[in-house]
Antibody, heavy 121, light 108 residues
Framework: EVQLLESGGGLVQPGGSLRLSCAASGFTFSNYAMSWVRQVPGKGLEWVSSITGSGTNTYFADSVKGRFTISRDNSKNTLYLQMNGLRAEDTAVYYC??????????????WGQGTLVTVSS | EIVLTQSPGTLSLSPGERASLSCRASQSVSSNYLAWYQQKLGQAPRLLIHGASSRATGIPDRFSGSGSGTDFTLTISRLEPEDFAVYFCQQYEGSPQTFGQGTKLEIK
């Protein structure tokens, strides 16, 4: 069974940093591209970042480019999102999501339960 | 950026009825790279449809997707009580991939 479990969310002050983790199980992690998608509670979904299965290529939304970094450790079956320079508008539930292949333009076939990030003083 | 507009914003129907949800793109999604997700309160989104019309694994056949170009539709043939939720469409052809704002399907 595919499982994705996010952690690392919490309350952080504007300008602060946070690192999110997503522990994957139930599949061969390195064979799949992974992404982060966020959602302001009660609102829509916004793609944040993606990384290919090998970790070679990364992609970011313009709203987070230069502030967020995505990475993965295939030996630990874990995806990361390093968030620096956080702003109030980054407040959201952050979901880890799997794409069905190691690279390319695809939908998200599995999602984690999400972790809440709140940016406030 | 491809903007997806979903309509209606809220759809009020009764169990057993047929639901049709619309997703319109600001430009053609030419490879039919269009997906639909269901999200229940407090839960993560669940993939229903990808490639505009292919049902995801384990999704009941009362869910179907259709359309091409700029106009796509999710149809639920006979609503079950567990189908009342929020539905999002997503295009993954253009960069960035984008989502519609959602349609809330509520019990009438």
């Amino acid at each position: 069974e595919v499982q994705l479990l996010e952690s690392g969310g919490g309350l952080v002050q504007p300008g602060g940093s946070l690192r999110l983790s997503c522990a994957a199980s139930g599949f061969t992690f390195s064979n799949y591209a992974m992404s982060w998608v966020r959602q302001v509670p009660g609102k829509g979904l916004e793609w944040v970042s993606s990384i290919t299965g090998s970790g070679t290529n990364t992609y970011f939304a313009d709203s987070v480019k230069g502030r967020f970094t995505i990475s993965r450790d295939n030996s630990k079956n874990t995806l990361y999102l390093q968030m620096n320079g956080l702003r109030a508008e980054d407040t959201a539930v952050y979901y880890c999501a799997r794409k069905p292949y190691s690279s390319g333009s695809y939908h998200f076939d599995y999602w984690g339960q999400g972790t809440l990030v709140t940016v406030s003083s | 950026e491809i903007v997806l507009t979903q309509s209606p914003g809220t759809l009020s129907l009764s169990p057993g009825e047929r639901a049709s949800l619309s997703c319109r793109a600001s430009q053609s999604v030419s490879s039919n790279y269009l997906a639909w997700y269901q999200q229940k309160l407090g839960q993560a989104p669940r993939l229903l449809i990808h490639g505009a019309s292919s049902r995801a694994t384990g999704i009941p056949d009362r869910f179907s997707g259709s359309g091409s170009g700029t106009d796509f539709t999710l149809t639920i043939s006979r609503l079950e009580p567990e189908d009342f939720a929020v539905y999002f469409c997503q295009q993954y052809e253009g960069s960035p991939q984008t989502f519609g704002q959602g349609t809330k399907l509520e019990i009438k």
